[in-house]
Structures are given as C-alpha cells and as structure tokens.
C-alpha cells in the first residue's frame, strides 16, 4: 500500500502507476537474484569435475599428460563459467526493470486471480505481479536451462579440444604426438555423454527459485 501510494500521488486518477509495479517487481527479484548464480557456480563445478575425470581416465597410460589435460579443462572451463555468470547477472537485471511478457498465460492468470468486478488498486496490483512473477521464474528457468546445454555443448565440441592441443604443444615430445591424437579422440566420447546432459537438464528443472 505505502509504494502504491507514494507513486499515485504523480499518478492519474484511477490509473494503475506502473512504477508501483516496477518497484515491487524488482524488490521480489532481488530476494530470489542469488540462486541463478548459486546454480551457475555449482553445475560448472559439476560439469568440470566430469570431463576430468573422463579425460584422466583416458591418460591412465600417458600420466605425464594429466597435468596438461586438468589444466587445459581448468582454463576452459572457468573462461566458459565467467561468460556464463555474466550473462546471469545481465538476465536477472533485465528481469528487475522490465515488465514484459507476450505469453497469454499471464492474462489468463490475472483474470483467474481477479474473477469479478471492479477490486482496489492494492489488490489488483498484487494479482498482476502474482501473474507476472509465475511467467519471470518461468523464463528463468527456460533461459537457464537452454543457455546450460548449448554452453556444454560448445564447450565438448569446439572450445576443449583447442585448449587441450594448446596446452600439450607447449610441452610435447615427439613419441607423446599419437598419445595427444588418442586424447583428442577421447573428447569426441564426452559429446556423448547423455548422462551428463541428462543430469544437468534434470536439476535445471528442480531448481528451486
């Protein structure tokens, strides 16, 4: 009530201040704004200590490229997690000071919320942001998830395999050359990890926002 009025008071009559809104809505985000980057901080740790230890597991007969392996998948993977967190923090600013949605469900939810006749500002205010706050922790959430398995899916396919070859030239012999071609094979077996997928896609959707 105390932000709806303080905002009407350069308000028209009977018309609902969208920095009322706004400010509701970004005080919400702000509450819930450290799990996306609690997730991004946990699923990349996830995500690094698979692709070690897949790739040790093939340098189980080469163990003097184990160090150059962990730390070609280190650099990567941290380069790739900075990007990532970076684009979290652009996603949640967004959703503090933008109201936009062009999903029907929103209306839908607000006439479900509202059902009859004329309500009070307050009231109607809260069933707007209740609708609207269902359609941001979705778009989160879907955001999230397919911005996830695409990072996953360039990092197996383009980005470890260059780092791998840059970190085994700088200390390769001649004889390691056939074992590096091996390793780099290995990669190609991450890309078929569909448990690794699968697992990640799962604890995207059980994210608790």
Same mark, same amino acid.
């Given at each position: 009530?105390?932000?709806?009025?303080?905002?009407?008071? $350069? *308000?028209?009559?009977?018309?609902?201040?969208?920095? #009322?809104?706004?400010?509701?809505?970004?005080? %919400?985000?702000?509450?819930?704004?450290?799990?996306?980057?609690?997730?991004?901080?946990?699923?990349?740790?996830?995500?690094?200590?698979?692709?070690?230890?897949?790739?040790?597991?093939?340098? /189980?007969?080469?163990?003097?490229?184990?160090?150059? $392996?962990?730390?070609?998948?280190?650099?990567?993977?941290?380069?790739?997690? %900075?990007?990532?967190?970076?684009?979290? #923090?652009?996603?949640?600013?967004?959703?503090?000071?933008?109201?936009?949605?062009?999903?029907?469900?929103?209306?839908?939810?607000?006439?479900?919320?509202?059902?009859? *006749?004329?309500?009070?500002?307050?009231?109607?205010?809260?069933?707007?942001?209740? #609708?609207?706050?269902?359609?941001?922790?979705?778009?989160?959430?879907?955001?999230?998830?397919?911005?996830?398995?695409? *990072?996953?899916?360039?990092?197996?396919?383009? /980005?470890? /395999?260059?780092?791998? *070859?840059?970190?085994?030239?700088?200390?390769?012999?001649?004889?390691?050359?056939?074992?590096?071609?091996?390793?780099?094979?290995?990669?190609?077996?991450?890309?078929?990890?569909?448990?690794?997928?699968?697992?990640?896609?799962?604890?995207?959707?059980?994210?608790?926002?």
């Amino acid at each position: 009530m105390k932000v709806l009025e303080d905002t009407k008071r $350069t *308000g028209l009559p009977n018309f609902l201040p969208r920095s #009322a809104f706004l400010v509701l809505l970004q005080k %919400k985000t702000e509450v819930i704004s450290f799990a996306p980057f609690d997730f991004v901080e946990k699923m990349w740790n996830y995500v690094e200590r698979v692709v070690i230890s897949v790739l040790l597991r093939h340098c /189980e007969n080469c163990p003097q490229l184990s160090p150059s $392996t962990r730390r070609a998948v280190e650099n990567v993977v941290a380069d790739v997690k %900075k990007r990532f967190v970076d684009w979290v #923090a652009d996603l949640v600013e967004m959703e503090k000071i933008t109201d936009y949605t062009c999903d029907p469900a929103y209306v839908d939810l607000w006439n479900k919320y509202i059902q009859a *006749g004329k309500v009070k500002e307050a009231f109607d205010l809260r069933m707007r942001l209740a #609708a609207y706050w269902k359609i941001v922790l979705k778009r989160l959430v879907d955001c999230m998830a397919l911005h996830m398995v695409f *990072g996953i899916q360039k990092l197996l396919n383009k /980005e470890m /395999e260059g780092e791998i *070859g840059l970190e085994m030239m700088m200390e390769e012999f001649p004889s390691v050359a056939e074992k590096r071609k091996k390793l780099n094979s290995s990669i190609k077996l991450l890309r078929e990890l569909k448990e690794v997928v699968s697992t990640i896609i799962d604890q995207v959707s059980t994210i608790r926002l």
